[in-house]
């Protein structure tokens, strides 16, 4: 009997999460360049530093689990619940509270496998189309936004967005701002999603901007979800003036990923009892239960406080002197000849530079760049939503600063390189 291939018919949700997409480029190809090509600068993902005093820690703290007699066998045999660990949770809802003042309860907390599971939870249960027939959307009050957002929606159209202002600062700086005057907070929006710092420019929304947003939300009686990966109080990779705020309208979403335990898959989600319940429905439907390793991993240190040192005194640190030594590389290898502007160094792991009047676009840009071995990530991922085409969009791409210092300054110099030659033809 002969075998004939099957031509398969996907349906309408297996077509949406297949297509490809930025964020499916930018890990097809940071992967392939970890196996394929050692010579790789891999300037583009969001992947964490390898801090030497942080890995330490965490070393430490595996060694410390292997000798507490069965307490690895009993994380790696059982399921926790769907939730969290219970003593998890606990920890995650008194470390807030001691260090923000709030009133958060186990029960405003839920796990999930990494922070990318729980925005496609979060989208997808309040957002899309509704039993009566009507669609409503998230909506993203500042644009560009995190790439990882785009195509997570199960039904088309999932997302609106508002074009940042543009504020042109001393020298080549510039800093997004929320548009207010143009915010519309129509009927059928479902929710406000914001991440700060944003990725991906290291843009960190004001606290003027932050309250402003958070009033909108409750005078309108939807959610204000604010997307704290890489924020305040952990992981810290935050280098201005960011009050946390938490609120029964709001969702705070946090992960372990940025405090160098990506593998870990570990995120954290604080809100309503609704929502947390939800969210716990969804993962025993998806998954069962959670990664436990995270969490045994972290939970000393959130009992006692001091993940809130790691973050204040290690990680932030650390990231600001790349920030400063990447600006540094910047300046000299682009000098006066090259015209461009650089986002205010607020916070996250990136550079967002924008080209302005650039004769190609942000996708040819990288892929010129990735022929010389320089992964970054075009701009035009992240302004996503947007009723009608922007330029800025094709004039803009983000690089990371987290990699060696001497990656950061060889791919620099090779963007300013390609850049140049962008402009002369």
């Not at 405003?108 to 599971?117: K, L, P």
């Not at 519309?184 to 290291?202: K, L, M, Q, Y």
Request: net charge negative; aromatic share 10%; glycine share 8%.
């Amino acid at each position: 009997m002969t075998k004939t291939s099957m031509d398969i018919e996907f349906s309408l949700f297996g077509e949406k999460l297949r297509e490809r997409c930025g964020i499916l480029e930018l890990m097809d190809d940071l992967g392939n360049a970890l196996t394929t090509n050692p010579d790789m600068r891999m300037m583009g993902g969001g992947n964490p530093a390898a801090i030497p005093e942080v890995q330490e820690i965490w070393r430490q703290r595996v060694a410390q689990l292997l000798d507490e007699g069965d307490t690895l066998d009993r994380i790696l045999v059982n399921y926790d619940p769907p939730s969290g660990n219970p003593r998890f949770l606990e920890a995650v809802a008194g470390c807030l509270n001691r260090e923000s003042g709030w009133n958060v309860q186990p029960e405003n907390v839920a796990v999930t496998c990494g922070g990318q599971t729980a925005f496609f939870f979060l989208f997808n249960m309040l957002a899309g189309k509704f039993a009566d027939g009507s669609h409503r959307k998230i909506l993203l009050p500042i644009t560009p936004e995190y790439i990882g957002y785009a195509n997570q929606g199960v039904s088309q159209d999932l997302f609106t967005a508002l074009p940042a202002l543009i504020e042109e600062q001393d020298g080549n700086t510039f800093k997004y701002r929320v548009d207010f005057e143009n915010l519309e907070i129509t009927e059928d929006i479902a929710a406000i999603c914001v991440s700060r710092p944003t990725n991906p420019s290291g843009n960190v929304l004001s606290d003027a901007e932050i309250i402003r947003l958070s009033q909108l939300a409750k005078q309108n009686g939807i959610p204000l979800i604010i997307d704290n990966a890489y924020g305040n109080p952990f992981p810290g990779a935050i280098f201005t003036d960011a009050t946390p705020i938490w609120d029964d309208h709001v969702i705070l979403t946090l992960s372990l990923s940025k405090l160098g335990l990506p593998g870990t898959r570990t995120g954290i989600i604080i809100a309503s009892e609704e929502i947390t319940r939800a969210i716990s429905a969804m993962t025993a439907v998806v998954g069962l239960a959670n990664n436990n390793i995270g969490q045994a991993i972290a939970l000393p240190f959130l009992e006692n406080g001091e993940i809130i040192r790691i973050s204040n005194d290690i990680i932030r640190p650390f990231y600001r002197e790349r920030s400063e030594h990447a600006r540094e590389a910047v300046a000299e290898a682009f000098g006066n000849s090259i015209p461009y502007r650089i986002h205010a160094a607020e916070g996250a792991f990136f550079l967002w530079f924008w080209f302005p009047d650039l004769p190609i676009s942000s996708s040819e840009l990288y892929r010129r760049l990735k022929q010389r071995d320089v992964l970054v990530v075009p701009g035009e991922y992240f302004f996503f939503g947007l009723n009608t085409p922007w330029q800025h969009s094709n004039e803009c791409i983000r690089v990371t600063f987290s990699q060696s210092l001497e990656t950061v300054t060889e791919g620099i110099q090779i963007i300013a390189e390609e850049v140049s030659k962008a402009y002369r033809k």
